[in-house]
């Protein structure tokens, strides 16, 4: 199995209008792989402007908000590639497309490490943040998992959410929740795929 790193990526189209959006980056021996869904804005835009600039945030609400439609957060120009970084991440990517290999369901974009950056330590996840982020993962799989490994999984993550969580975390939980509680109502749309 291929290591993954949870990010948040930045790409924009041939008009340079950025789309943020959390993705699991696969390792590719020295460089990533980005595997968006067809269709999506980030599959468009790696085709229009092959660049994506993959942010590390250190406020996970950053992936509970994209996962839920919270789109709205402050970017600034990257550093070598035409495109923008997320302002607050504690640190970035800019990475190139360097060959793609197309597939029906998931497209992946092998794209080489152009320039890499910190802007502020970083002391790593708590378990509540950790908790959100796996949270984030699990709904968009929403559709694809049965409702009791929904349940099992909600249970195990509000564990460390009962016993760790602040302000931030407590927030983006709440966001995540309001997205598993549309779905169990009969809302599909809100398992869509970022």
Same mark, same amino acid.
């Given at each position: ?7 948040? $990526? ?8 950025? !789309?943020?959006? /959390? ?6 021996? %020295? ?12 599959? %468009?835009?790696?085709?229009a402007n092959p660049f994506a600039v993959?942010? !590390? ?18 970017t600034v120009a990257a550093d070598v ?6 302002? %607050? ?13 197309? %597939? ?14 910190? !802007?502020? /330590? ?9 908790? $959100? ?12 998992? /049965? /409702?009791e490994k929904i349940d099992a999984e ?41």
């Amino acid at each position: 199995m291929p290591r993954i790193v949870e990010t948040v $990526v930045t790409t924009t189209n041939a008009e340079g209008t950025p !789309h943020i959006a /959390p993705l699991g980056l696969i390792e590719d021996g %020295d460089g990533w792989i980005i595997a968006p869904f067809k269709p999506s804005r980030t599959l %468009d835009n790696l085709i229009a402007n092959p660049f994506a600039v993959a942010s !590390h945030p250190g406020d996970v609400r950053v992936f509970a908000g994209c996962v839920t439609g919270r789109r709205e957060w402050p970017t600034v120009a990257a550093d070598v590639v035409k495109g923008v970084r997320l302002r %607050d991440a504690v640190s970035h990517w800019e990475l190139a497309v360097a060959s793609i290999t197309e %597939d029906d369901v998931r497209p992946r974009f092998h794209c080489k490490v152009v320039h890499v950056a910190g !802007h502020a /330590p970083w002391g790593g996840y708590n378990r509540a943040e950790a908790a $959100v982020l796996e949270l984030a993962v699990l709904t968009t799989r929403l559709s694809m998992l /049965p /409702p009791e490994k929904i349940d099992a999984e909600l249970a195990y993550l509000n564990i460390a959410i009962s016993k760790t969580a602040g302000p931030r975390e407590l927030e983006a939980w709440g966001w995540l929740m309001e997205r598993v509680e549309a779905f169990r109502s009969g809302d599909k749309g809100a398992a869509r795929k970022v």
